[in-house]
């Protein structure tokens, strides 16, 4: 498997828990970045892809897409059926901490930008599945 996705781009696909706006924003930049990087990267809202579906259902539609998600539903890595899930469909799964009372679009989108290079650095060496999780503000991301 890992060695077909070698000339597969990279797909990163943002959780409906984030604005769609982040994902078309991450992939014009992210088209121009992919111009001096080795590996492309491509950037989606999974609102685009199948708005309302369970977390299975799209695990199920990534199989085989070098696909990782960005998602703060930490509740994906606590049911076992989930886990196996994404697991079983070779996905990768990057969790941020969603902040106690919420966080607004502007600070999300900063959030996430402070952390892109470690987030493309994540999906560059790790081979799929993983899942990664971010624990906090200004906190590395751990294996999970």
């Known amino acids: 498997m ?16 984030l604005p769609r706006q982040f994902a078309e924003a ?18 989606y809202s999974m609102k685009d892809i199948d708005e309302g579906a369970t977390d299975i259902e799209w695990f199920q539609k990534l199989k085989n897409e ?10 994906i890595q606590r049911h076992k059926h989930e886990k196996k899930a994404y697991e079983e469909n070779e996905i990768g ?3 941020f901490k969603q902040p106690k009372g ?9 959030h996430l930008v402070k952390y892109w290079d470690d987030i493309k650095s994540i999906c560059r060496k ?4 993983f ?14």
Do not use: C, M
């Open 126 to 129: 790790e081979k799929l599945p």
């Open 26 to 43: 991450f992939n014009i930049i992210q088209n121009h970045l992919n111009k001096s990087e080795k590996k492309s990267i491509e950037v």
């Open 66 to 75: 070098n696909a990782v998600i960005l998602t703060q539903d930490r509740n």
């Open 93 to 95: 799964i990057i969790f």
């Open 131 to 144: 899942s990664y999780r971010q624990p906090g503000q200004n906190k590395k991301f751990q294996k999970w």
């Open 102 to 110: 919420g966080i607004s679009f502007w600070n999300a989108f900063k």
């Open 2 to 17: 890992q060695s077909s996705s070698v000339h597969k781009p990279l797909k990163i696909y943002i959780d409906e828990n």
